[in-house]
């Protein structure tokens, strides 16, 4: 019996073959110890687990952003004499707005199967809000003289919130038959904006002056503007990634943004419904083994995914996914001499189909399914 070539391949004209896509198939104000007045600044959301220095596999780190804290002092009236009589001093309350800080972040990367452009989350931000209170200069009264207090509301300044911002997983779909040329297929570049909160002025205040008849006088009080500067979070971008064409057939191997991956049909290697290698998938296993050590760096990671059709029960496909994925790796690593450390099995069923498994008119496809059943194994190649 002549069994299919190897396929070296690919992904979802969306991603579809090699990695697939989803389918069918196998405050207030509050005094402080200086005798301020707090202004409010809502605290940042918390981190979903510790704040990241640095990100794994190369991910692009987004710097924290530190807001300064805001201080203005209090304001102090002193007491006066009018015609004999005390007008008591006073202290107008300063105010105090928190430092904050604005947690650094990941890139988020999601794993996708061999061959796939996995999707890509530049997660949202929140610049929190900031209050400055509101500030009254109490009225006085003396012999002759009667001035009323004047007050400056409170002013503030909302979040300022960005959306995460997601890029889709993709895929290359493998024709049916050999010898076409496969599509390029990219994810494309990913931005989050610049992220502004604006600046907050309170506006200074003042009461004037005031005299009785004796030319006796309260002075004027004033109470400076205080401002809070306009915090700026800087754009973030993940530059598009791509996968090449490339003529689909037997010795191709998909490359494409830095990695290599190998599709193999799961009916080469194995007899239906089964995880037991095929004695005559011994050639191609070795072929695919000296393209290993002729394109994937020593030492490299190499991943083996199992995917079915969607014959049977998802839970039943699930686990003959990962016993065929471990199957290969059990196999790369007694009979090619792969190191057993740089090995890693994925199961992932009939979720990620590299074609459909019904014709448009709903009957069975089998060659859909043909193509379903298969075994990729990727690598970086830098």
């Known amino acids: 019996m002549k069994h299919a070539p190897l396929i070296l391949a690919a992904s979802c004209a969306a991603f579809l073959l090699i990695g697939g896509c989803g389918g069918t198939g196998d405050g207030g104000q509050r005094k402080n110890e200086t005798g301020g007045t707090s202004g409010s ?6 981190a979903a687990g510790p704040e990241p220095a640095s990100c794994p596999d190369g991910r692009k780190l987004i710097k924290a952003v530190d807001v300064p804290a805001v201080h203005a002092d209090p304001v102090h009236v002193p007491e006066a004499t009018i ?4 007008v008591p001093a006073v202290t107008i309350p300063g105010v105090d707005v928190p430092a904050q800080h604005i947690p650094a972040q990941c890139v988020q990367h999601e794993p996708a199967p061999g061959g ?5 989350t530049i997660p949202g931000v929140t610049i929190p809000g900031v209050r400055l209170p509101e500030v009254t200069i109490p009225g006085a009264a003396a012999p002759g003289i009667d001035v009323e207090p004047v007050t400056q509301s409170a002013v503030s300044s909302a979040p300022a919130t960005r959306l995460p ?14 010898g076409e040329v496969v599509g390029a297929v ?3 570049t990913l931005l989050r904006a610049t992220l502004v909160r604006p600046a907050l002025n309170r506006p200074a205040v003042t009461r004037d002056a005031a005299c009785n008849d004796d030319g006796e006088c309260l002075p004027a009080v004033s109470v400076p503007a205080v401002s809070v500067p306009a915090v700026e979070i800087p754009p973030v971008e993940v530059p598009a990634a791509e996968l090449k064409p490339y003529a689909a057939g037997p010795g191709e191997a998909l490359k494409g943004d830095g990695k290599i991956a190998y599709s193999l049909g799961a009916d080469v ?5 089964e995880a037991r290698i095929k004695a005559a998938a011994a050639k191609e296993l070795a072929e695919l083994v000296k393209s290993i050590r002729r394109e994937i760096p020593s030492g ?3 991943q083996v995914d199992g995917h079915t059709d969607s014959k049977g ?3 039943s496909n699930q686990t003959l996914s990962e016993r065929r994925a471990q199957t290969i790796v059990d196999w790369l690593a007694t009979e090619g001499g792969i190191e057993r450390s740089r090995l890693k099995a994925m199961g992932y069923g009939e979720t990620k189909p590299a074609a459909s498994n019904t014709k448009k008119d709903g009957s069975d496809d089998p060659r859909g399914r043909t193509r379903n059943r298969r075994v990729v194994i990727s690598a970086a190649r830098s």
């Open 300 to 302: 490299a990671p190499i």
């Open 165 to 178: 911002v997601t890029g889709e997983e993709v895929c290359q779909s493998e024709p049916a038959t050999g």
């Open 83 to 86: 015609s004999g009589e005390k």
């Open 269 to 273: 290697l194995f007899d239906f419904g």
């Open 313 to 315: 029960d998802p839970a």
């Open 116 to 120: 796939c452009l996995g999707a890509v």
């Open 41 to 46: 600044s809502d605290p940042a959301p918390p």
């Open 186 to 188: 990219v994810r494309p």
